[in-house]
């Protein structure tokens, strides 16, 4: 079950919500969200939990005594962002349960800091209205920003495009774009307008501005619409970077159009770095970082060469990007460089190169069976998102000490002059014992 709540790839979990219709937590959708959330003028606190969370199933009880005592004056909502992941990766929730603040603007939450208990839960609630009704006192727009939007078709983050400006910033620049034509007069425009602007405020935090969101008044800039075709509005196009405009085919709804730009994100984003265990900080960051955290134990320099070990990082760097979308860790290290990692995975009693997968979370691993190939990786990594692969609990229930050491220097690897110095003299009285008679073995000599 470690396995399949990770990856979200169990409907039977999914299904098993902490909160029901007779809580007065109200449960949340991305069928309802907009409506409910989104376009209220009442202050919303919101978590997003998954089912298989042991530290959502403790903070059940209490967020249940929260939305109780809150009736009426605050909003209680849970999300199981498991089951609705556009909802999770629409507000970047990247672990449980995670606490969000819908306040004065809803287009930009608040990360909820106080304790997890009930008592604290309400007082960073009544906190938070005491402030929401300060800044309407001074004048501070308050309650839904999205029925407030004005005209034209770009907000915000949306940035308006024309004839002049178009070819430099969309064509000429390094971004991914999506970009609406509109007519100041259609209504489906209308409608669309602030859920674009909303959109495009939460993909340019989620992408770093590396996805973009624009608008064309198709009506004004003739020639920008004649050169793409323009026959209906609004029409939306997508422009990455040496390739031709494509539609856009999805919903208009901002849930709809955040997940087409988070998954063009993704696709043009680089891969995972491929990181070498050198010291407690590499391998802490990355797992705690992700929610999972894929680690190979390599065979030593001397067994391989380095053209050898570069073909097992190269298997690795392929997976990295095959599986990019997932946000996972990548890491590596060479056999007996970190006894204690391998000890407490299992690896050392069946060869190298091993690998093993971890969640920090759970303090869970599964170990590759098959073959340390792309598609053994492949297999390996699938049976685990359909909680199918074998776990077992991290040796120690905590993650192992890590040892400095230097990392590769891309090199084959120099035998140490001593070693070298024993071996040689070893073989020499060997030989010097059969000249002498004392014995007659010279098979380990060969």
């Not at 920003?145 to 915000?156: D, H, L, M, N, V």
């Not at 064309?216 to 939306?236: K, N």
Request: some cysteine.
């Amino acid at each position: 079950t470690f396995w399949v709540g990770l990856l979200g790839c169990s409907l039977l979990l999914s299904a098993q919500a902490l909160y029901s219709s007779s809580d007065d937590v109200i449960e949340l959708t991305p069928s309802n969200f907009n409506k409910e959330v989104l376009q209220s003028d009442s202050l919303w606190l919101v978590e997003f939990y998954a089912p298989w969370c042991g530290h959502c199933k403790s903070l059940t009880p209490e967020w249940k005594k929260a939305a109780t005592a809150l009736k009426g004056v605050v909003k209680v909502g849970a999300v199981d962002a498991d089951q609705h992941k556009s909802l999770g990766g629409q507000y970047g929730i990247k672990g449980f349960p995670t606490i969000k603040l819908f306040g004065a603007n809803k287009n930009k939450p608040e990360d909820y800091q106080g304790g997890r208990t009930s008592q604290a839960i309400v007082d960073g609630a009544l906190n938070a209205l005491k402030s929401l009704v300060k800044d309407r006192l001074s004048g501070k727009s308050g309650g839904s920003s999205y029925s407030k939007q004005s005209g034209g078709g770009s907000t915000q983050d949306v940035v308006e495009l024309t004839d002049d400006n178009f070819d430099k910033l969309v064509l000429g620049g390094d971004d991914i774009w999506m970009v609406e034509f509109f007519a100041p007069w259609c209504g489906h425009c209308k409608s669309l307008e602030p859920e674009w602007a909303a959109a495009a405020s939460s993909v340019k935090e989620q992408t770093k501005g590396r996805v973009k969101l624009g608008a064309v008044d198709a009506t004004v800039h003739q020639v920008l619409a004649s050169r793409y075709g323009i026959r209906g509005f609004p029409t939306i196009k997508i422009f990455r970077k040496g390739d031709d405009a494509e539609d856009y085919q999805g919903g208009r709804s901002r849930g709809d159009i955040i997940n087409t730009a988070l998954d063009l994100f993704s696709d043009n984003a680089p891969a995972p770095e491929l990181i070498e265990i050198v010291n407690e900080e590499a391998l802490k960051k990355t797992c705690e970082d992700s929610q999972l955290c894929v680690i190979a134990v390599l065979p030593h320099i001397l067994d391989t060469g380095a053209s050898g070990r570069n073909s097992y990082l190269d298997v690795m760097r392929n997976m990295a990007e095959k599986y990019k979308k997932k946000m996972w860790g990548w890491l590596w290290t060479e056999a007996g460089a970190q006894m204690e990692l391998e000890s407490a995975l299992g690896i050392g009693g069946f060869g190298y190169p091993a690998m093993a997968a971890i969640n920090t979370r759970k303090m869970k691993f599964a170990l590759l069976r098959g073959s340390f190939s792309e598609a053994g990786i492949h297999e390996f990594l699938r049976e685990l998102s359909v909680g199918r692969g074998s776990t077992a609990t991290l040796g120690g229930g905590n993650m192992p000490k890590i040892h400095p050491a230097e990392p590769w220097d891309g090199k084959d690897g120099q035998v140490d002059i001593l070693v070298k110095t024993l071996q040689y003299s070893a073989a020499l009285n060997l030989v010097l014992n059969v000249i002498r008679g004392y014995t007659t073995d010279l098979d380990v000599l060969l």
